[in-house]
């Protein structure tokens, strides 16, 4: 076993030989959004993420599926499905089965399995003081999902969000196969801060991050902070890294946005300042959302908060 729970990485890493090793990892969810098709396409995405992130490539993938059979006809059921074939083909990635069971909520999800060459794994716990700090997508998915359950969200913002959710993350194989990144970790459910802080644990370094440089969904997303739709997962993130960051006069909206549980959110990745023009032309020509420096890694700071606000 090479990568295990205890640095609370994106997935599991098997040794198979000398030369590769397995990918292990699984997610599901409820709905975010009405359409099934697109909650599909979302669930998956969010789920092979994690394979791209340890800079592995999914080979097979299991469908995850709970459902109310008396609330949810075999045409939604077969929608969900759908999209999640899209996406795992997109990356040629076969789902080979699955297992469903009644719940009182729909939930969808994959079991993925990747396979990685040894030399190219990136983990969260091998950043290093100078590294930059590059987010490939921006926040606000979980701000802007509960704005959509709650009818808050205009139509443009609910179909910009769900574009961003159902992109995969293979840039981040890419780049790991061209040793243009070492440290790499998908944004989700802890959000950007939350784990942002496993990965300075994980490498004993700290980090500086400028909240001004984090991009964020749509300007509506300010608003919709500002009109209470911030989702518990969201607050119970900023709560729970109150004693490792320094937030040094943020205010509290962007402090809400830096915390955002995400769903299927960018990739953090820790570059090498040498490598940054490569590792950016490479995000563009795949068309990632964004492609933005936020911050540095440093040298582990004694005795304080691990990550510092810097403008």
């Not at 040498?274 to 004694?302: M, N, W, Y």
Request: aromatic share 4%; charged share 20%.
């Amino acid at each position: 076993m090479l990568v295990n729970s205890n640095t609370f990485d994106d997935a599991g890493v098997y040794r198979l030989d000398r030369h590769r090793a397995l990918v292990q990892t699984v997610d599901f969810f409820t709905p975010i959004v009405d359409d099934p098709f697109a909650y599909g396409q979302i669930a998956a995405a969010n789920s092979l993420s994690d394979v791209f992130a340890m800079g592995g490539r999914p080979i097979t993938a299991l469908n995850i599926m709970g459902f109310p059979d008396d609330l949810v006809p075999p045409e939604t059921i077969a929608a969900i499905l759908r999209g999640g074939l899209a996406k795992a083909s997109e990356v040629d990635c076969a789902i080979i089965g699955g297992h469903s069971i009644r719940n009182p909520q729909p939930i969808y999800g994959l079991a993925v399995t990747g396979v990685v060459d040894l030399r190219h794994i990136t983990t969260n716990a091998k950043a290093q003081p100078g590294d930059l700090l590059v987010l490939t997508k921006p926040l606000g998915t979980g701000i802007a999902t509960t704005a959509i359950k709650k009818g808050f969200a205009s139509r443009t913002l609910e179909r910009r969000v769900v574009r961003f959710m159902s992109q995969v993350n293979s840039v981040g194989a890419d780049l790991a196969e061209r040793d243009l990144v070492r440290t790499a970790t998908d944004i989700t459910g802890y959000g950007l801060i939350g784990h942002l802080t496993s990965l300075c644990r994980a490498s004993h370094v700290s980090a500086d991050v400028d909240p001004d440089a984090v991009p964020m969904i749509s300007n509506e997303i300010v608003d919709l902070i500002e009109r209470g739709c911030v989702p518990g997962g969201s607050r119970e993130n900023l709560y729970a890294v109150t004693v490792t960051v320094e937030w040094n006069n943020t205010n509290e909206t962007r402090q809400i946005l830096l915390a955002d549980a995400q769903t299927s959110g960018g990739l953090l990745l820790c570059v090498a300042e040498a490598k940054l023009e490569k590792v950016l032309s490479i995000l563009r020509k795949a068309q990632t959302p964004c492609a933005s420096v936020i911050g540095k890694i440093g040298k582990r700071r004694r005795g304080g908060p691990i990550i510092c606000m810097t403008r």
